[in-house]
């Protein structure tokens, strides 16, 4: 029984990933617009919201190209391992507390694994090889190079971003991403605010541009940087191939949207949380919450996509080694000051 | 050197205060920005369901006029076709025949009239050629089509409707 529940909670899991990254598609566009002062895609059904079928079908209608040059196994490999990875990171949130449906007990969770976040940075980690591979296989400069920018770039800011974390850590005692959405019960405990961006501002502030860094979304974007690289290492994809880049692009921005919602905005939990006392009804608002936490991180990221221009690469270095990198430290020193010397 | 103009001015390359080396002030400035327009009127016109108006003097697809009795002006005199600096004009004369003076003004008329739609460049020159009054770019924006032999207007499309008495 635990199994089937597993078994379905995944499905639906894998299958709110991609409607969400469907429909992030379609955000974008309508965000994009509204920032510009425009309408956006309006014509396919009502406001434009069948638009991404109409995308996803074209997709699939369009031609398969693969390069007479390129390795046609690694062509193919790279896109899959894209998007195998994007999907593979929804394994350890926790989407809510328990839900308890007659005598069964069913956890929002898929794998509450002891090292949940060291799981989505080896996830994250992969992320990389779909689109190192991809570039490589396409065997043209453009994507080369710009797999050689996303290589180097997920490098630099996954030490950032592993240090801004290991402060967070440190105020929280576990790597288990179920105990630290559960420390932030609530909204306000024990005269100070529950939620960990409260208590580590710095460390998300640092999580946040590292996460903008990992996802390759604006302003650091170089991978697939139009105006130097064509389209960067999905320069030689077409038809759904190139879909999966998309959409695991997406994927990966939901997927690091829930992440920083449960590290440092409390997850599944909500204020006034504790006035509600069917146990049922608090999880599902839970879940509506994260939900709402997550769809405000999306929009965060377009909001930003349209308003900052690109980095130049070398500043994009600078930011990453010597500015991210020791304000991680500094943070982590500050958090240790402070867990040792003031709360005892 | 001596100026050329004394608008010349200095550029003095200051180097960045810690604000600015920080970035984040800017962004959020920028996010504001951004998020003021998003809640602004979009100033899209949805076209083909939404017309802007034109201006008095719009060059729109051509119309070959009739006169107060419904007949039609055009002579034929192939000055319109001369004057088209993209040679989009082309017609056919024909002699009106007895029993047709209720149907064309003058003694010559079009028999085909023709203008490629494709290389019409709007100029209004015809206009300005004919003696007769005959032609006005006075319609709405020529539509789009599938097929090139679809834009060439003959006189179904171009000549305006009959006067009901």
Same mark, same amino acid.
């Given at each position: 029984?635990?199994?089937?529940?597993?078994?379905?909670?995944?499905?639906? !899991?894998?299958?709110?990933?991609?409607?969400?990254?469907?429909?992030?598609?379609?955000?974008?566009?309508?965000?994009?617009?509204?920032?510009?002062?425009? %309408?956006?895609?309006?014509?396919?059904?009502?406001?434009?919201?069948?638009?991404?079928?109409?995308?996803?079908?074209?997709?699939?209608?369009?031609?398969?190209?693969?390069?007479?040059?390129?390795?046609?196994?690694?062509?193919?490999?790279?896109?899959?391992?894209?998007?195998?990875?994007?999907?593979?990171?929804?394994?350890?949130? &926790?989407?809510?507390?328990?839900?308890?449906?007659?005598?069964?007990? *069913?956890?929002?969770?898929?794998?509450?694994?002891? %090292?949940?976040?060291?799981?989505?940075?080896?996830?994250?980690?992969?992320?990389?090889?779909?689109?190192?591979?991809?570039?490589?296989?396409?065997?043209?400069?453009?994507?080369?190079?710009?797999?050689? @920018?996303?290589?180097?770039?997920?490098?630099?800011?996954?030490?950032?971003?592993?240090?801004?974390?290991?402060?967070?850590?440190?105020?929280?005692?576990?790597?288990?991403?179920?105990? !630290?959405?559960?420390?932030?019960?609530?909204?306000?405990?024990?005269?100070?605010?529950?939620?960990?961006?409260?208590?580590?501002?710095?460390?998300?502030?640092?999580?946040?541009?590292?996460?903008?860094?990992?996802?390759?979304?604006?302003?650091?974007?170089?991978?697939?940087?139009?105006?130097?690289? %064509?389209?960067?290492?999905?320069?030689?994809?077409?038809?759904?191939?190139?879909?999966?880049?998309?959409?695991?692009?997406?994927?990966?921005?939901?997927?690091?949207?829930?992440?920083?919602?449960?590290?440092?905005?409390?997850?599944?939990?909500?204020?006034?949380?504790?006035?509600?006392?069917?146990?049922?009804?608090?999880?599902? *608002?839970?879940?509506?919450?994260?939900?709402?936490?997550?769809?405000?991180?999306?929009?965060?990221?377009?909001? %930003?996509?349209?308003?900052? &221009?690109?980095? @130049?690469?070398?500043?994009?270095?600078?930011?990453?080694?010597?500015?991210?990198?020791?304000?991680?430290?500094?943070?982590? !020193?500050?958090?240790?000051?402070?867990?040792?010397?003031? @709360?005892? | 050197?001596?100026?050329?103009?004394?608008?010349?001015?200095?550029?003095?390359?200051?180097?960045?205060?810690?604000?600015?080396?920080?970035?984040?002030? /800017?962004?959020?400035?920028?996010?504001?920005?951004?998020?003021?327009?998003?809640?602004?009127?979009?100033?899209?016109?949805?076209?083909?369901?939404?017309?802007?108006?034109?201006? =008095?003097?719009?060059?729109?697809?051509?119309?070959?006029?009739?006169?107060?009795?419904?007949?039609?002006?055009?002579? /034929?005199?192939?000055?319109? /076709?001369?004057?088209?600096?993209?040679?989009?004009?082309?017609?056919? #004369? #024909?002699?009106?025949?007895?029993?047709?003076?209720?149907?064309?003004? =003058?003694?010559?008329? #079009?028999?085909?009239?023709?203008?490629?739609?494709?290389?019409?460049?709007?100029?209004?020159?015809?206009?300005? #050629?004919?003696?007769?009054?005959?032609?006005?770019?006075?319609?709405?924006?020529?539509? /789009?089509?599938?097929?090139?032999?679809?834009?060439?207007?003959?006189?179904?499309?171009?000549?305006?409707?009959?006067?009901?008495?």
């Amino acid at each position: 029984m635990e199994l089937i529940f597993k078994l379905a909670l995944v499905v639906v !899991i894998f299958l709110i990933s991609l409607l969400i990254a469907m429909y992030s598609t379609y955000a974008e566009r309508k965000v994009a617009a509204f920032l510009q002062d425009r %309408v956006g895609p309006n014509r396919a059904g009502p406001w434009g919201i069948l638009q991404p079928l109409a995308d996803g079908g074209k997709m699939f209608l369009k031609e398969e190209i693969i390069p007479t040059n390129a390795n046609t196994f690694l062509f193919i490999v790279g896109p899959s391992l894209a998007i195998m990875t994007a999907c593979i990171g929804s394994a350890v949130i &926790p989407w809510g507390q328990k839900l308890t449906i007659g005598s069964y007990v *069913i956890d929002l969770q898929v794998a509450d694994i002891n %090292v949940g976040i060291l799981y989505i940075f080896g996830v994250v980690s992969l992320g990389v090889y779909g689109i190192m591979i991809g570039g490589w296989a396409s065997n043209n400069k453009y994507s080369l190079l710009g797999a050689i @920018r996303a290589a180097s770039q997920n490098i630099s800011y996954e030490i950032a971003m592993g240090l801004s974390i290991i402060a967070l850590l440190m105020v929280t005692g576990t790597l288990s991403l179920r105990q !630290i959405a559960e420390q932030q019960h609530g909204f306000w405990q024990n005269g100070y605010f529950a939620w960990n961006a409260f208590k580590q501002p710095l460390g998300f502030l640092l999580f946040l541009v590292c996460a903008f860094a990992e996802t390759n979304r604006s302003p650091f974007d170089l991978p697939e940087c139009e105006t130097e690289l %064509v389209g960067g290492y999905h320069t030689e994809y077409s038809s759904m191939k190139l879909g999966f880049y998309l959409f695991a692009e997406y994927i990966n921005m939901f997927i690091s949207s829930a992440v920083m919602a449960t590290l440092f905005f409390g997850g599944y939990n909500f204020p006034f949380m504790d006035m509600i006392h069917s146990a049922n009804l608090v999880t599902i *608002i839970g879940v509506v919450v994260l939900f709402v936490k997550i769809f405000a991180f999306i929009f965060f990221f377009m909001w %930003v996509r349209w308003t900052i &221009p690109r980095f @130049r690469y070398d500043q994009l270095m600078d930011l990453g080694w010597k500015v991210l990198i020791p304000l991680a430290i500094a943070n982590i !020193i500050l958090t240790g000051l402070w867990t040792t010397f003031i @709360r005892g | 050197m001596e100026p050329l103009s004394n608008k010349r001015k200095v550029i003095e390359q200051k180097p960045l205060s810690f604000l600015e080396r920080a970035y984040l002030p /800017a962004i959020f400035q920028g996010l504001g920005i951004t998020i003021k327009h998003f809640f602004k009127k979009p100033v899209t016109i949805s076209y083909p369901e939404e017309k802007r108006e034109f201006s =008095e003097n719009f060059r729109g697809m051509h119309s070959l006029k009739r006169d107060e009795n419904g007949k039609e002006r055009c002579t /034929a005199c192939g000055l319109c /076709a001369l004057s088209c600096p993209a040679e989009a004009i082309t017609m056919t #004369a #024909a002699e009106r025949q007895p029993g047709e003076e209720h149907l064309y003004r =003058e003694e010559k008329y #079009a028999a085909v009239y023709e203008i490629n739609m494709l290389r019409c460049i709007f100029c209004g020159l015809c206009e300005e #050629a004919c003696p007769k009054e005959a032609i006005y770019l006075d319609g709405d924006i020529v539509p /789009a089509d599938y097929l090139r032999k679809d834009f060439i207007y003959g006189k179904d499309k171009l000549v305006e409707a009959p006067l009901n008495q």
